[in-house]
């Protein structure tokens, strides 16, 4: 399996369905063929959705694409 992300194969899977990329540090999760939610660990490990950081700007100081 391939990070959606950054297409790294340094992937595990955390639960059903739900994958963390050890390279670009986003998790995922899988929505049918081709498609995917990516999500970003804040500081305090809650998951935000990339799509709705994206929407409303609030991107973290480093790079989320890796």
Not at 10 to 22: A, F, I, L, P, R
Request: with cysteine; glycine share 10%.
């Amino acid at each position: 399996m391939r990070c959606p992300v950054c297409n790294s194969i340094d992937v595990g899977k955390v639960e059903t369905d739900q994958y963390y990329c050890w390279n670009c540090l986003h998790g995922f999760s899988l929505k049918g063929v081709d498609g995917f939610s990516a999500y970003y660990v804040d500081e305090e490990g809650a998951l935000v959705s990339l799509s709705e950081m994206v929407q409303n700007s609030q991107l973290p100081q480093e790079n989320i694409w890796g």
